[in-house]
């Protein structure tokens, strides 16, 4: 009894294989950490409820949470963000509607509009972007430093449409 012949290999060329330099094999890394922790909720996609263990979020569809904690908060100019969030920055492209809280830099593109109550540390607000709602300004020391004192806010109601840097 003879055993069957294997079959030959597909013609065309043998499959590459990637070879990365040493160089680059920590940052390769160091981006796969990155977005190991990022969650892109896509246009037609909506998420109600719980969002947990994550550090980035981008949205392009629709999220409606109770409350939320990230580092990055990106919302798309077709994204709808419903609930509180408290995150390092955010850019906010398309709408937020909720409280709002940035450790840092705030950014609301000219398509953006945020509705309801936020607080930063650092605004920007494109031409033709919206605030509608409180805004409160972070004047504290970020935490770490030296400076211990209360936080004190800067708050104003507020419904703009045009250019704020601060």
Known sequence: ????????????????????PNRNNHQEKTRTVDNARTLIVHNSITIRGSIENIERLIVEGTVAVEHLTVKELIIAPDGHFHGSAEAGTAEVAGTLEGDLTVRNMLTIRASGRLLGN???????VDE????????????????????????????SEKHSTGSHHA
Request: charged share 15%; aromatic share 0%; net charge positive.
């Open 118 to 124: 936020a607080e930063c540390r650092r605004l920007q």
């Open 1 to 20: 009894m003879s055993l069957p012949t294997p079959p030959s290999p597909m013609p065309g060329p043998a499959p590459r294989q990637r070879i990365t």
């Open 128 to 155: 033709g972007g919206q605030v509608t709602g409180k805004l409160g300004m972070i004047t504290s020391a970020l935490p770490g430093n030296k400076d211990h004192n209360v936080s004190h806010h800067h708050e």
